[in-house]
């Protein structure tokens, strides 16, 4: 039997509730969804952001950087 509690489900949510979680502006996240730079899908007419890979995106923007 598997454990659920140890297998990592991605954590996707709108791109509203990306921005105020993470302080970056909705219109911003917009953008990068539009640029396919983030990973997301389109749930009808809402598209869901995996989170943890948008923070992964940041952060080698970060890496990049320095």
């Known amino acids: ?3 659920h509690n140890t297998i990592n489900n991605p954590v996707y949510m709108s791109i509203n509730d ?3 979680t993470s302080g970056m502006s909705a219109h911003y996240i ?3 969804v539009k640029a396919n730079k983030i990973k997301h899908v389109k ?3 809402k598209y869901l952001i995996n989170y ?3 923070m992964d995106y940041f952060e080698s923007l970060e890496n990049n950087a320095a």
């Open 43 to 45: 749930s009808g007419m």
């Open 18 to 20: 990306a921005a105020k």
């Open 30 to 32: 917009r953008d990068l």
């Open 1 to 3: 039997m598997t454990d």
């Open 52 to 54: 943890p890979k948008m």
